[in-house]
């Protein structure tokens, strides 16, 4: 049995130009490389997402309903974002 399975996709010309590119200038074989590169960088960024959510977003909302006096309101994160630009401007 066939490890790979033939698709037919339609991209944008920009797109085209950039695989086509791609090939031409001898960094990947074949566009179907260049489409197979691409594909493994946006599994790799979905698996650096899903572990980011696990690691740390999951724990953060766990520990901010167990102790919602650790949260801030909306108000003060801007104040404190402001306050963070403001210094940093002053300093360039």
Do not use: C, F
């Not at 001898?26 to 489409?35: F, H, K, R, T």
Request: hydrophobic letters at 40%.
């Amino acid at each position: 049995m066939r490890s790979t399975q033939q698709l037919s996709i339609t991209v944008p010309n920009e797109m085209a130009q950039l695989i086509r590119a791609k090939v031409a200038s001898g960094e990947y074989a074949s566009e179907s490389e260049v489409i197979r590169d691409g594909l493994r960088a946006l599994m790799a960024r979905d698996r650096a997402v899903e572990n980011w959510l696990r690691a740390e977003a999951a724990p953060a909302y766990d520990a901010l309903q167990a102790d919602p006096s650790r949260g801030r309101s909306v108000d003060d994160v801007r104040a404190a974002l402001a306050a963070e630009h403001k210094a940093a401007t002053e300093r360039s």
